[in-house]
C-alpha cells in the first residue's frame, strides 16, 4: 500500500509538472511547422510564474462560482490521474473507483464550471465562448460513451487498467478494424475537447472566434494560471489514455523501483511526443473550420465510434 501511494503522487506530480512543458513542445513544433521560430518550449512555465504573482480582479456581482470554477478545472484532470495508467501496469488503489466513462465525466465537470464563470461575469464574449464549447461538448460526449462502450466489448471492462492488460495480452484483438476505428474517433475526440485545430485555433486573439480560450478572457492573475495549467493537464491526460490504454499500452511499470520507473517515464515522454508530433502535423495541415462544420467534424467521429461498435462482434 505505501508503494502504492508513492507512485499515485508520483504520477500525478508527473502530470503537474510534465504538461506545461508538453504543451510548450507542441506550440513550438507547430510554428516550426509553419516557418517560424515560434516561443521555447519552457514558455509556458514563464507564463505560469508570471500569472501566479499578479493581482486577481474578480467582477462586481459575482457568484462564488467565479471563484470555483477555476479549482474545479485544475483538479479535475488530477482526479482523472487517479484513475488512469500513467506509469503503471498494475492498478494503484483508486484505479477502480472509476472508469473511463466515469474519466469523462469528471473534466467535463470542470469544464462545465469554467463555462458557468464565464457566463457569471457578465461579458458578452465570455458568454459566448462558453455557449460555444458547451455545444462542443453536447457533441463530443456522446462520442466518449460510444468509444468506450466499444472498448468494453473487447475487454469486458471500461477500467482502464483492464483494458491495458487486455490489448497486452491479445494482440489480434489489437490490429481489428473495430480498434483502428475507435482510434481514430478519439483522436478526433481529443482534438475536440482540448480546443485544438479544426475545431479551435488556440493561438488565435480574435474574440469573435474563439471558441475555448474564450471562456477565461476574464479572469486574471491566479485563477487565470489555474485555467491555464488546467488545460495542459487536460491534454496531457487525454494524451495518456489514448497512448497508455488504446494505441500502445506497452512500456509500463510492472516492477517498482528507481530503474524501472525511470525507463516508465522515459517510455511516456516517447509515446506523448509521438502524439505531439501527430497533432502538429494536423494543425500545419488543416485550417479552422466554421462554427457550423465543427457539427460535421463531430458527426464523422460519432459515426467512426458507432461503426466500430457495429463491427466489433465481427472480431470476437
Known amino acids: 500500500m505505501p508503494a502504492a501511494i508513492l507512485l499515485n503522487v508520483l504520477q500525478v506530480a508527473l502530470v503537474l509538472g510534465l504538461s506545461p512543458l508538453l504543451r510548450g513542445v507542441l506550440n513550438r513544433l507547430v510554428e516550426r511547422l509553419q516557418s517560424k521560430r515560434g516561443p521555447v518550449i519552457w514558455q509556458p512555465y ?3 510564474f508570471k500569472l501566479w504573482h499578479k493581482t486577481s480582479v474578480e467582477h462586481e456581482g459575482a457568484s ?3 471563484r470555483f470554477a477555476p479549482y474545479a478545472y485544475f483538479i479535475a484532470p488530477l482526479i482523472v490521474t487517479m484513475l488512469i495508467p500513467v506509469l503503471t501496469a498494475f492498478p494503484l488503489f483508486w484505479a477502480f473507483m472509476g472508469d473511463m466513462v466515469a474519466a469523462g465525466f469528471i473534466l467535463g465537470f470542470g469544464g462545465f464550471f469554467l463555462a458557468l464563470a464565464a457566463i457569471d461575469a457578465g461579458d458578452v464574449y465570455g458568454a459566448m465562448g462558453a455557449s460555444r464549447t458547451r455545444m462542443v461538448s453536447s457533441l463530443a460526449e456522446p462520442i466518449f460513451v460510444i ?15 483492464v483494458v ?9 484483438a489489437f490490429f481489428a478494424p473495430s480498434h483502428l476505428l475507435l482510434l481514430a474517433a478519439f483522436l478526433m475526440l481529443l482534438l475536440a475537447e482540448t480546443g485544438r485545430i479544426p475545431v479551435d485555433n488556440p493561438s488565435g486573439h480574435f474574440e469573435l472566434a474563439m471558441i475555448d480560450e474564450a471562456r477565461s478572457l476574464d479572469f486574471a492573475g491566479r485563477p487565470l494560471a489555474l485555467v491555464k495549467w488546467g488545460g495542459y493537464m487536460k491534454f496531457m491526460v487525454l494524451g495518456v489514455v489514448l497512448t497508455n490504454v488504446l494505441v500502445a499500452p506497452w512500456g509500463l511499470l510492472t516492477t517498482v523501483g528507481p530503474v524501472p520507473i525511470v525507463l516508465a517515464v522515459a517510455v511516456l515522454a516517447l509515446k506523448l511526443l509521438v502524439l505531439v508530433g501527430l497533432v502538429a502535423a494536423i494543425e500545419g495541415s488543416l485550417a479552422k473550420l466554421r462554427l457550423y462544420r465543427i457539427q460535421e467534424f463531430l458527426g464523422a467521429a ?13 472480431h470476437q
Open 46 to 48: 514563464r507564463d505560469l
Open 302 to 314: 460519432f459515426v467512426t465510434a458507432v461503426l466500430a461498435l457495429l463491427v466489433q462482434p465481427f
Open 64 to 66: 462564488f462560482i467565479r
Open 164 to 172: 491495458t492488460a487486455h490489448w497486452i495480452s491479445s494482440a489480434g
Open 147 to 161: 468509444v468506450f462502450f466499444a472498448v468494453s466489448l473487447t475487454a469486458n471492462s471500461t477500467i482502464p487498467y
